[in-house]
C-alpha cells in the first residue's frame, strides 16, 4: 500500500513536471506581483505584446459581468475591471488548457469546468452584495475559478480516474479535508495552493485556494477563501434559510457582514444568471 509520504513525493513530482506558463503570460504574472509597479507600468508592458492584448481584452469582455456595452480598448478594460484581476485572468486561461490536456484521462473533468464556472458566478455575485469593488469582484471570480484545481491532481494520482470530481456531501464540507489528510497525508487545498504557486498566482490567491474549506480557524480568517466556501451554499439550490443557518458559522457570516436576507438576494441574482447563460 501506498504510504504518505510516497504519495506526497508523488504530488511534488507531479506538480514539478506540469508545463509552465508559456514566457510572456509567465514575465506577466511575475510583474504583476511586484509590490512598486503600478497600473501604468503593467498597462505598458500588455501594450507590447499583441497577443496579451487580445487575451485581455477577449477575458475583460468575457468575464465582466456589466449592463454597458462591450471594452473596445485595453484602457477601457482596465478602466472597468483592473488590470491586476484581468492579468490573473491571462493565467487561468492558459491554466485552463494545461489542466485539459494534463488532467485529460479524468472522466469528469467537463464537470469541473462547469462546476468551476458556477462557484466563479457564485463569488462574483456574493462579492456585489457585499458591495466590493470591481477590482475585488473580479478577484473573486478568478478565485472561483481555481479553488479546486488541487482535487484533480489527488483524483488523478490516486488512480480514480473514474470518481466523480464532485458531490461531496454538504455535511462533510469542513471535514473533508481532514479525511484526505487521514488518507494521503494532504489536502486538495494545499495541493491546489502548490498548483498557484507552480503558475505564479498571486500570493492572495494561493492563500484563498488553501482556505476555501476553512476560511476560519479559530481568530484567522481569511476572506476571500471565505468568499468561496460561502459561494458552494449559494450555487446550491436546494439550500434554505433555515438550513444555511446551521451550516455556516455565524462568526463567518459576521465577519463577511452576510445577512440571511443578503443570502437570498445573492441566490435570486445568481440563479437569474444561470438562467441567461
Not at 34 to 47: I, P
Request: proline letters at 4%.
Amino acid at each position: 500500500m501506498e504510504s504518505q509520504k510516497d504519495f506526497e513525493n508523488k504530488v511534488t513530482e507531479f506538480i514539478h513536471r506540469l508545463p509552465p506558463m508559456p514566457d510572456n503570460v509567465e514575465e506577466l504574472l511575475a510583474a504583476a506581483k511586484v509590490q512598486d509597479m503600478d497600473d501604468e507600468e503593467l498597462l505598458a508592458y500588455v501594450k507590447h505584446d499583441p497577443g496579451l492584448c487580445a487575451d485581455l481584452l477577449h477575458l475583460a469582455n468575457t468575464f465582466s459581468i456589466r449592463p454597458e456595452g462591450h471594452d473596445d480598448t485595453i484602457e477601457e478594460a482596465v478602466n472597468s475591471v483592473g488590470i491586476k484581476p484581468l492579468i490573473q485572468l491571462i493565467g487561468v486561461w492558459y491554466v485552463r488548457d494545461i489542466i485539459a490536456q494534463e488532467f485529460n484521462a479524468l472522466d469528469h473533468l467537463d464537470d469541473y469546468f462547469q462546476h468551476s464556472q458556477e462557484i466563479s458566478l457564485a463569488c462574483r455575485t456574493l462579492s456585489e452584495i457585499l458591495e466590493a469593488d470591481e477590482h475585488d469582484c473580479q478577484v473573486a471570480s478568478v478565485a472561483g475559478l481555481i479553488h479546486d484545481m488541487g482535487r484533480l491532481a489527488i483524483i488523478l494520482l490516486s488512480n480514480r480516474v473514474t470518481a466523480p470530481l464532485l458531490g461531496t456531501q454538504w455535511s462533510l464540507m469542513e471535514t473533508i479535508i481532514d479525511e484526505e489528510r487521514k488518507l494521503l497525508g494532504l489536502d486538495h487545498c494545499r495541493v491546489g495552493m502548490q498548483l498557484c504557486k507552480k503558475w505564479n498566482f498571486s500570493t492572495l490567491l494561493q492563500q484563498a485556494v488553501l482556505r476555501h474549506h476553512s476560511p476560519l480557524i479559530d481568530s484567522d480568517f481569511d476572506y476571500l477563501g471565505a468568499i468561496i466556501f460561502t459561494s458552494h451554499f449559494v450555487a446550491c439550490s436546494d439550500f434554505s434559510g433555515q438550513t444555511f443557518a446551521s451550516m455556516l458559522p455565524y462568526e463567518l457570516l459576521d465577519r463577511l457582514n452576510l445577512t440571511p436576507e443578503g443570502f437570498n438576494k445573492t441566490q435570486q441574482i445568481y440563479f437569474a444568471r444561470m438562467a441567461e447563460n
